[in-house]
């Protein structure tokens, strides 16, 4: 079994940046890809990003050029840099594990953490 803890959330102001982390016990994150979802006040889950194990890591439009997600092994951590923060990115954010099917989907996802929370102010 997967156990994924996040932290890093916090309050900030539109344009500054944040990195949230999403520890992983129970298996190595370089033998799993990692996504991030996101969830506002009133709204559904929504993919954000997807590091892969090989080939180019997907992002959702809203957050390319801003979002970046990283891997280091050694501390069995996966990152997920975000630049220039919008009101609008303000949700839970929560990492999860990939297990198969298509990858912006929830069900396509094994284990979840409990998510932090992330509140950009205008």
């Known amino acids: 079994q997967v156990q994924l803890v996040e932290s890093g959330g916090g309050l900030v102001q539109a344009g500054d940046s944040l990195t949230l982390s999403c520890t992983a016990s129970?298996?190595?994150?370089?033998?799993?890809?990692i996504g991030w979802f996101r969830q506002a006040p009133g709204k559904e889950r929504e993919f954000v990003g997807l590091?892969?194990?090989?080939?180019?890591?997907i992002y959702t439009d809203s957050v390319k050029g801003r979002f970046t997600i990283s891997r280091d092994n050694a501390k069995n951590t996966v990152y997920l840099q975000m630049n220039s923060l919008k009101p609008e990115d303000t949700a839970v954010y929560s990492c999860?594990?990939?297990?198969?099917?298509?990858?912006?989907?929830?069900?396509?996802?094994?284990?979840w953490g409990q998510g932090t929370q992330v509140t950009v102010s205008s």
């Open positions: 999860a594990s990939f297990n198969s099917g298509l990858y912006y989907r929830s069900s396509s996802y094994a284990y």
């Open positions: 129970g298996r190595t994150v370089s033998s799993v890809a």
């Open positions: 590091i892969n194990l090989s080939g180019p890591d």
